[in-house]
């Protein structure tokens, strides 16, 4: 067994592994770059092996970064098995839809403004694509070892990211590879901690955060409390770009943990997102993966599903009456780094009011506008246009589905006798952070994946 190692291997974005075992190909996760537009023009580049070669694909999450490039995958001629975990393959056709219908959008408003001799941009899939990428998904139960080709077995794990989401455990060549996929700190609401794994042969491991240590959340609970109070105290708006998947559900947990204490009666929330109501449903179906905390929440009176002053915003139009909203909404909104999707049209709005505030509760990868208002940049440019930027700024690192390096740490921790460690998923300072930990800890050489390398199991 080997594995090439062809995307999120110095990055965040992108994630893409192939192994090679019981002569057989298998995609591990076949994700969209995100971040800067030079990055983003990547995902139309070739990929660095023949899909209709390859065998099958495993899929990790639904997170756009993760399963993004499926669709296109499949149009260039990959015609195997996709195995995904049940609620992630829910939620995938959701996610990868979205994601057409926005690459189409773009499309067609780079070619109004096509000049003589201009080349026509064409959208990276359609949704034909991703309706037939769909009908070669089959989905899996958590625990469940099953033969995926001959020689080939696979077994999906919680790793308490997102809904669905899976630590990948591969055999093959009577060798054992497991792949972390996107792990999620312990004590997330909604979801369940990461499993542990005692036995691997190699590990490849995300280390998105490797290089810092998460604040309590409750701790930024309390934070994210005192932001509400002093908008509302300003007259302004909050607004909170955030992922559909993930982050949104957490945010409206939260929400009616502390609707009393919060005041949120007096607020208008709105969550502006056409995946809103169809991901809320996903997660409704699937109770049975929460933890004892959120099942019991479930439970009472106040769903954070169904909160009075929720308004699900699903069409263009009512997205737009919420900028008629001078003061005292709080608006979740896509995309969750404000690269694109609605949140553009609020910052818009909102961004030149010294009133508003605007809270990050997420990763905010180089070259997004997410990451340079982070960073305290003075102007935004949206839709060819600047915006000066008067908004206070917020950023609540304790939100994130992501574990930090603690967390890491001691995932890695549980696997007997250290097995070898690659790191995949992280920028090289997180990495190189966690693999000085790691190897002073374990007394082990990491090592740091490269777009292009290739180890044996």
Avoid at 271 to 298: E, G, I
């Amino acid at each position: 067994m080997q594995v090439e190692f062809h995307g999120a291997a110095g990055e965040v974005t992108g994630s893409m592994h192939l192994v090679v075992a019981a002569g057989k190909r298998i995609l591990l996760d076949c994700g969209m770059m995100q971040g800067s537009r030079e990055a983003e023009a990547r995902n139309a580049d070739p990929f660095p092996f023949e899909p209709a070669w390859l065998d099958a694909l495993v899929i990790s999450h639904a997170h756009i970064d993760h399963v993004g490039r499926v669709p296109l995958l499949v149009k260039r001629g990959f015609a195997g098995p996709i195995f995904i975990q049940q609620a992630g393959g829910e939620l995938m056709p959701v996610m990868l839809l979205d994601s057409a219908s926005l690459a189409e959008s773009d499309a067609e408003r780079a070619n109004r403004t096509l000049g003589p001799g201009d080349v026509e941009m064409v959208p990276l899939y359609a949704r034909a694509d991703v309706e037939q990428a769909m009908r070669q998904v089959q989905a899996m139960p958590y625990g469940a070892r099953r033969e995926i080709l001959p020689g080939v077995e696979i077994a999906f794990r919680d790793a308490g990211h997102i809904l669905g989401s899976s630590i990948t455990e591969l055999w093959a060549d009577g060798r054992k590879l497991v792949f972390s996929g996107d792990l999620g700190p312990n004590g997330t609401p909604i979801l369940r901690d990461p499993e542990i794994i005692g036995q691997a042969d190699m590990v490849l491991m995300e280390s998105t955060y490797g290089d810092r240590n998460h604040r309590a959340r409750l701790d930024t609970i309390h934070e994210l409390g005192e932001i509400f109070a002093q908008a509302w105290q300003e007259g302004g708006n909050v607004l909170i770009p955030a992922f559909a998947v993930g982050r949104s559900q957490e945010l409206l947990y939260w929400f009616a943990r502390h609707w009393e204490e919060w005041r949120l009666s007096r607020w208008k929330i709105f969550l502006d997102s056409p995946m809103a109501a169809k991901v809320v449903s996903v997660y409704d179906r699937h109770t049975d993966l929460f933890d004892a905390d959120a099942q019991a929440v479930w439970k009472r009176r106040l769903n954070p599903f169904q909160l009075p002053n929720l308004r699900i915003a699903e069409s263009a139009q009512d997205s737009m009456a919420i900028n008629e909203v001078q003061g005292g909404a709080i608006i979740i909104a896509g995309s969750g780094m404000a690269n694109g999707g609605r949140i553009l049209h609020h910052l818009k709005h909102n961004l030149g009011r010294d009133s508003t505030h605007l809270v990050f509760v997420g990763y905010q990868a180089e070259g997004t506008l997410g990451r340079r208002l982070v960073d305290g940049a003075q102007w935004a440019r949206i839709h060819g246009r600047d915006y000066r930027v008067q908004a206070k700024r917020h950023t609540i690192g304790g939100l994130s589905a992501h574990t930090d390096q603690r967390g890491l740490m001691a995932w890695y921790g549980g696997f007997a006798a250290h097995p070898p460690l690659v790191l995949v998923h992280g920028e090289d300072k997180a990495r190189e952070a966690l693999a000085g930990e790691i190897g002073e800890r374990d007394g082990i050489q990491v090592q740091l994946a490269r777009p292009g390398m290739v180890l044996p199991v």
